[in-house]
């Protein structure tokens, strides 16, 4: 800025062929009106007041990379999208017609305070390259989806989290790099944010697992690549959420950990009659569950063969409700690891509840061999006292020779 301070963003653009591109420029953030100017709408910027200059513009309403065209059709040289209160530091970066930088919510109140207090404020941006080792990573995106399960309260909602942040993704040659139709350049690659972006990365490892375990059902394969996610981030500190630690409903077992994932040691299966007794757990009626699986079968009978059932899902979901104490879950694990594996289980309780795992060591004899265990979860809090609250923990199973194989799962339990 004018005055010598540094607001410090983030670009896809380098500068480095533009001379002009570092040049000095009057700053502008156009208020006022109610015609959008605050966020580039198009058309809402005066050629007037911002032909030549730095124009700031707010994140949200519009696309980000239409507001830098709102800048460009104004006359404008140069942008920088500040982000809100509601983005705080997100910093998802976006090609962009002109040049441009992004900056987080404490840096956009600091270059908004500096146009409001100075007459002739003035800025120009410096490329300082690529800065590595800094930021925390993986971390929780702002827009990641967030549980918990609406629909089905036993089964613990997200199962993961994958990259989704500032990807480089292949792209098509009839656009160019921002979408809009008014950008000519053409590219093979550009930069993308969202679910969309997750989800290759969830699908390349799960291609990954069924090509080292072509023999795996779906459910082996999501078991390998939840219980071997990590919890943790490249610091080994916890996975961060802005500016908390992240919790069940935002990480569910974790960060995807693709080398882990082919060597789980063990594995949560589901077979295909396991999800006709879930459905019917669920009250799914008769010709629901037809349109679904072709099968014609009575729920009444199933349930009366199959009472306190649960789906053999590698996370844990518990609801207490009202009047409820404790529930009792059974899970079974397949030994996919080392023929003779046995392991020991390590158990962090959710606050306000405690966890009974029995037995508390699996001894495997030989590979695909089966075991169950069964998990009491109680309820230590008065229900009458608040109305509804959460808890957290993991359950993790640990072989006992090797140390590598470390088969976790989340537990979440809600009050309601």
């Not at 730095?54 to 800048?71: Q, T």
């Not at 590698?314 to 030994?335: D, E």
């Not at 023929?339 to 590979?367: A, C, D």
């Not at 509804?388 to 640990?398: D, M, P, Q, R, V």
Request: charged share 20%.
């Amino acid at each position: 800025m004018g005055n010598g301070e540094f607001v410090y963003g983030e670009s896809l653009f380098p500068g480095k062929r533009l001379p002009s591109a570092e040049k000095e420029l009057e700053l502008i953030y156009v208020t006022g009106g109610n015609n959008g100017s605050e966020v580039c709408f198009r058309g809402s910027l005066p050629k007037a007041k911002v032909q030549g200059k730095m124009v700031v513009c707010d994140r949200g309403v519009n696309g980000r990379a239409e507001k830098g065209l709102a800048v460009k059709e104004a006359g404008g040289a140069a942008m920088i999208l500040a982000n809100t209160e509601i983005n705080l530091e997100e910093d998802s970066v976006d090609a962009q017609v002109i040049p441009a930088t992004e900056v987080g919510y404490a840096e956009a109140v600091r270059l908004k305070t500096y146009i409001n207090t100075t007459s002739h404020p003035r800025a120009r941006i410096i490329f300082g390259g690529t800065v590595i080792g800094r930021s925390r990573a993986p971390e929780v995106a702002q827009f990641s989806a967030r549980g918990p399960n609406l629909y089905d309260d036993s089964i613990l909602k997200p199962d993961m989290i994958a990259p989704g942040v500032n990807i480089i993704a292949a792209w098509p040659q009839n656009l160019g790099p921002t979408g809009l139709p008014e950008d000519t350049r053409r590219v093979n690659f550009t930069v993308m944010s969202g679910t969309s972006m997750a989800c290759p990365h969830a699908s390349g490892i799960t291609a990954l697992v069924h090509s080292a375990h072509p023999g795996w059902t779906p459910a082996a394969i999501k078991s390998a690549i939840m219980t071997s996610a990590d919890a943790y981030d490249h610091r080994g500190k916890p996975i961060m959420d802005g500016n908390k630690p992240a919790a069940v409903f935002a990480i569910g077992a974790g960060h995807v950990n693709p080398n882990r994932a082919i060597d789980p040691g063990l594995i949560y299966d589901i077979r295909p009659d396991e999800y006709v007794i879930h459905f019917c757990t669920l009250g799914y009626t008769r010709s629901e569950i037809f349109t679904i699986t072709h099968r014609n079968v009575s729920c009444r009978d199933i349930l009366k063969m199959n009472r306190g059932f649960s789906l053999n899902y590698p996370s844990i979901s518990v609801v207490f409700k009202q009047g409820m104490k404790s529930k009792m879950i059974t899970r079974r694990l397949t030994n996919v690891g080392n023929p003779y594996s046995v392991y020991s289980v390590q158990v962090k309780s959710p606050e306000g509840v405690k966890v009974r795992v029995k037995p508390r060591r699996l001894i495997f004899k030989h590979i695909n061999q089966s075991l169950s265990y069964r998990i009491w979860v109680t309820s230590r809090k008065n229900t009458q006292t608040k109305k509804i609250s959460f808890a957290e923990g993991e359950l993790t199973w640990i072989n006992a020779y090797n140390k590598f194989h470390r088969v976790r799962s989340p537990i979440s339990v809600t009050w309601k």
